[in-house]
Structure formats: C-alpha cells, structure tokens
C-alpha cells in the first residue's frame, strides 16, 4: 500500500500537478502514517510567516521587476560600456556585469534574459562576436548573479537552513566575482578575435553616468547598509524597495503610477506567493523527515563508504549537479537542503559555506538540460533550438564549474569576511 502511494504522489507531480499539493499531500501522508497530527503542517507555515527575513523576499522582487520594467537595462547598459567596451571582449564583459546585477535583484527569474538578454544579444552580433559566443553568454548570464546579495535564493537558503542571511551575503561577494573573473578572461580571449571596439570616450562616461546617476547608489546602499552593520537584509529590502519606486516612478518617470506600478506589483507577487506557497508545505514534509532521522540514517550509510570530508564535498557536487538538471531552484532549497545540511555538518562543512556551494551548483543547473530553465528562455527569445544553446553554453558551463572547484576546496573564498 505504501509503494502505491509513493508511486500515485510521483506520478502525479510527473503528470503536471502543482508542486506545492505534490508537498502537502507527501506531508499529510507522512504524519498520518506515525500517528502525528497534521496540524504540524499548519504550525510550520506559522512559523514561517513569523521569520523576520521573509519580508525581504516580496521587497526585493518588488524593486528587481521595478527596474527591469523601466529603461533601467537600457541606462545600465550605456555606463558600463562606456567604462570598459573599449577593451578586447568589453562588451562581453558589460554582459556579464550588468545581467548579474539584474539577476541579484530578479533571482533568475528570466527576466534578465528577457530584458537584457534581447538588448545585448543584437549589439554582441554587430560588434563581431560570433552567434555561438553570443548565445551561451546572454543564457550564462541568466543565472550569474546568484551569489550577490541581495539574491533571492539566498535568503531562502538562509531560511530553510537557518543562516543568518547577512553572513550568506557576505560570504558570496568573493566567489561571485570570482565567477565573473572567470567568464571575463574567456570573454577578453573571445574579443582578440574581433576587430570592433568602442573608443574610449570621457564625454560618453559622463553622459551615461549621468542619466544612470540616481540608480548608481542603489548597490551601495544595499551593501554598505548590509555589511556596515547599519541594516539588516529586511531593512535593505524595504530601502531599495521605496528608493526604486520613488526614481523610476517620480524622478525618471518610466513607469506610470496607476497603470505601470500596479500591474509590475502584480507581477512581481505571483512569483513570491508561489515560491510561499511552496515553502510552507515543503518545510512541513522535510520536518517530518527530521523527526524520522533520515539524514543522519544517510549519514550512517555514507559513513560506511566515505570517511573523507574531500571525498564527500565531490560526491556533494556531484549530487547537487544532479539535483540542478531535475529541479527548480526553489524547489531544490527547500526539499534538498534539509536533507544535506546534518549530514555536512557532520563532515564539519560550515553552513555558510555549504550555501555557497549549493548556490553555485544550482546556479550551473540553469544550464544544464532537461531542467534548465536558462536553456529555454533563451531558446524562445532567440527562437532557436534548444540543442543549439546546450551547445553553446558548454564553454562557459565548464568554466563555471572551475569556479565550483575552487569555492568547494577554498572555504576561504567564501569566509574569510564572514569569520573576521
């Protein structure tokens, strides 16, 4: 009886049902099963509704669908071009930069690669830089920004695990730059090849730096605020939620205030009131999963077999890898690092560490096939098949996953602000 039900809750999420009844019907099963109440379910989502961090979730996408929705990309786009298109690959190089801080602000959700993806994509081509390059870095690019604060799956890793947030946002500032550093020198070889650059102009400079000049302090803001010990990540969140509404809406006047405003609010809200939903029926599920000990049960088996912290950071990646191509980012948080997180401590893995690491795998699942939301976004934007982008993201999925490498074995790319 048991296995016909496992086998009727698969196959119900295989059939398309939405993913937060797959959780609750899992968890009401589980706890009626033992004998527990299913009001544990109901407790769970109060609990969540009482974590001081959750407002930083909707605030945040508020202020990230905001700026994607006005000329932002377009102003953005200007600046850092003028800074640096002049070198060999700049404009790859304002690829990556401006679509990271988008993705930071939107999580990935595809707007980036909506937004700024279809701006690029064109300006890349007429510069020189070939189709295929073009491709993979606008759908790379997707997902980049994961790691900067104040990156929505990062404060809801802080929330499944229980990490303090800021110390998360702290931890990824060196390994997110160190992907970019990455990705910029393969962008710099790439741009040798063309022979298209963008003279150096300081008249340019200061045109775009001031049109930008009202969205140029948002970032500081954010994390002087977070690391200078002034706000918390929530208090961030409602500063940029309110310093964006306020220059977009009555200084730039992009958006209108009846018309504009409440359709991105809506927007912006369907996506939180998923990822909610979701959260509050999965946390029930992975409690019961606690209560049953089935980490430490797989902690036992894996003791049997794995003795090195080495060994089990690469079997870890390699899961999470896994767990990237057949899951969702949210999802994988909330189903995923529950399970992981008794057994990396156990290995002496430090959870802030451990989040960065999750963090970077997932951010490689965007690109990675049969899951890949980043695959067929862009694929749809760019009306081409979506054997043509796996294709063309190759380079910079191997080269994302040398920056994997060295986050997982150099703990201290990702703590040495945290343990200061």
Request: charge should be positive; proline fraction near 5%; hydrophobic fraction near 60%.
């Amino acid at each position: 009886m048991t296995w016909l039900i496992v086998i009727g809750i698969v196959a119900a999420a295989l059939l398309g049902a939405p993913l937060f009844s797959v959780f609750a019907l899992a968890a009401l099963i589980c706890f009626s099963s033992v004998g527990i109440d299913t009001q544990a379910i109901v407790i769970e989502i109060t609990r969540l509704v009482s974590a001081p961090i959750l407002v930083a979730i909707p605030l945040f996408t508020f202020a990230g669908y905001l700026m994607a929705e006005s000329k932002t990309p377009e102003r953005m786009v200007r600046l850092t071009q003028a800074l640096v298109g002049w070198m060999p690959g700049g404009l790859a190089i304002v690829t990556l930069f401006a679509c990271a801080f988008f993705t930071a602000f939107t999580g990935a959700s595809g707007v980036t690669i909506i937004a700024l993806g279809g701006l690029l994509f064109p300006v890349l081509i007429k510069r020189g830089f070939s189709q295929k390059f073009s491709l993979g870095i606008v759908t790379t690019c997707g997902s980049l920004g994961l790691l900067f604060p104040p990156s929505l799956p990062m404060i809801l890793y802080g929330l499944v695990a229980t990490v303090d947030v800021d110390l998360l946002f702290k931890a990824g500032v060196m390994p997110g730059f160190l992907l970019i550093l990455l990705l910029s020198l393969y962008s710099i070889w790439q741009g040798k090849k063309t022979v298209s650059r963008i003279p150096f102009s300081g008249k340019e400079l200061v045109s775009a730096a001031r049109r930008t000049i009202w969205e140029i302090p948002l970032p500081f803001i954010i994390l002087i605020g977070i690391y200078g010990g002034y706000m918390t990540a929530a208090e961030s969140a409602a500063v940029a939620a309110f310093y964006v509404f306020v220059v977009e809406v009555f200084i730039y006047r992009d958006l209108k205030l009846k018309t504009d405003v409440p359709r991105v609010m809506q927007e912006s809200m369907v996506l939180v009131g998923g990822i909610l939903i979701i959260l509050a029926v999965a946390m029930g599920f992975t409690n019961f999963l606690i209560d049953e000990q089935v980490p430490m049960k797989i902690f036992d088996w894996i003791r049997q077999y794995i003795q090195s912290k080495f060994t089990f950071l690469l079997l870890l990646n390699g899961f999470l890898l896994i767990v990237g191509m057949l899951m969702d980012i949210f999802s994988a948080i909330i189903v995923v690092v529950p399970l992981i997180l008794p057994i990396a401590n156990a290995f002496g893995v430090n959870p802030v560490h451990l989040g960065i690491i999750f963090l970077t795998n997932l951010e490689i699942g965007y690109l990675t096939p049969p899951v890949g939301l980043n695959l067929y976004l862009s694929s749809y934007r760019f009306k081409k098949p979506i054997m043509v982008i796996v294709r063309d993201v190759i380079p910079f999925v191997l080269l994302l996953l040398v920056g994997l490498i060295l986050i997982t074995y150099v703990p201290s790319l990702s703590l040495w602000m945290v343990t200061k």
